[in-house]
C-alpha cells in the first residue's frame, strides 16, 4: 500500500516532467513557476493556467486539517499572428468558433497597419467585424482533420473523396471558398471536422495552372520587366513575368493568388 508521501512524490514528478515538455515547445524556457505563476513571454503562445483539485487523498503536508490541496498545471493553445489570418481558417474568439470569411491587411500612410477581418459563427452564421493589430495572437482550437481528394463540381458543390474510405461527399461552395479559382481536379485538400461535419477545407499552397490567355511574349523581355495580365485554366487571373505565354504551365501560391514561378518540366 502505498503511503502519502509516496503519492505527493508522484505528483511533484509528473507535474515537473509536464512542465519540462511546454517548456520544450516555446520560446524560450518557462520561469516563474512559483506559487502557481506563469511568464508570458513576447512573442511566444500565449500560456494558460488551469487549476485543479486533485480530491482528498492528494493533501499537503503543511496543511493540518487535510483539505484538498489545488495544483497548478499548465496548457498551451495553438495561437497565430493576426497577420496570418486566411479565408477558411478556424479561429476561437472570445471563447465562440469562427471561421475566417475575410481578412484584409491594412496600412494607411504613417499609421499603424491592422488586420480588418469578417468571422462567421459557425453556429448562426452570423458575421462579425474585428480589427487586429497586425501582431495580435489569435487562438486556433485543436480540431480534427482529414484529407479528401477534390474530384469535380456538381452544381454549386464540390465533390470530395475521403482517401481511405473512397466515400463521395458534397462539401458547398460557402465552405470551400476560393477553391473554383484553384483546383482543377485530383488536388488533395485538408478538411477540419466538428462534430463530424466538415466546417472548413485548407487547400493546398501551391497548385499549377496552365496559362490558358495572355499578352504576346516580347522578345528579348527579362523577369525585371514589367508584369503583364494571364488568364488561367480556372478563370484565375494574376499577374506574370513578359516571358510567360499560352500554354505555359505556372506555379501559384493559393494563400496569396500570386504568381511564383513557371514550373518546371
Known amino acids: 500500500m502505498r503511503t502519502r508521501n509516496d503519492r505527493l512524490y508522484q505528483a511533484r514528478a509528473a507535474r515537473r ?3 519540462a515538455r511546454v517548456a520544450r515547445t516555446a520560446d524560450r524556457p518557462i520561469r516563474n513557476r512559483r506559487r502557481g505563476r506563469t511568464s508570458a513571454t513576447p512573442g ?7 487549476t485543479i483539485l486533485c480530491g482528498s487523498e492528494l493533501t499537503s503536508p503543511r496543511r493540518r486539517d487535510h483539505t484538498p490541496r489545488a495544483v497548478a498545471c499548465w496548457s498551451q493553445q495553438p495561437m497565430m499572428k493576426a497577420i496570418d489570418l486566411r479565408k477558411g481558417k478556424l479561429v476561437n474568439y472570445e471563447g465562440t468558433l469562427y471561421t475566417v470569411h475575410t481578412a484584409t491587411h491594412v496600412a494607411k500612410g504613417n499609421k499603424r497597419s491592422y488586420i480588418q477581418a469578417k468571422l462567421k459563427d459557425l453556429k448562426n452564421g452570423n458575421l462579425l467585424d474585428v480589427r487586429f493589430n497586425v501582431d495580435d495572437r489569435v487562438e486556433t482550437p485543436f480540431i480534427d ?8 463540381r456538381d452544381g454549386d458543390d464540390f465533390v470530395l473523396m475521403d482517401q481511405t474510405s473512397y466515400e463521395q461527399i458534397h462539401v458547398s461552395s460557402d465552405i470551400m471558398g476560393d ?4 483546383l482543377k481536379g485530383n488536388e488533395t485538400v485538408t478538411c477540419a471536422m466538428v462534430d463530424g461535419k466538415i466546417v472548413t477545407a485548407e487547400l493546398p499552397n501551391v497548385v499549377e ?8 511574349v516580347v522578345k528579348g523581355a527579362t523577369a525585371t520587366n514589367q508584369n503583364k495580365d494571364a488568364t488561367l485554366e480556372t478563370g484565375l487571373r494574376v499577374k506574370v513575368p ?24
Open 179 to 182: 477553391a473554383a479559382q484553384y
Open 145 to 152: 482533420t482529414k484529407p479528401y481528394e477534390y474530384l469535380y
Open 242 to 265: 513578359p516571358f510567360i505565354g499560352i500554354g505555359d504551365v505556372i506555379r501559384v501560391d493559393t494563400r496569396s493568388g500570386e504568381y511564383i514561378e513557371r514550373a518546371k518540366g
Open 17 to 19: 516532467s509536464f512542465e
Open 209 to 216: 495552372l496552365e496559362v490558358t490567355d495572355t499578352p504576346p
Open 44 to 50: 511566444s503562445p500565449q500560456r494558460r493556467e488551469i
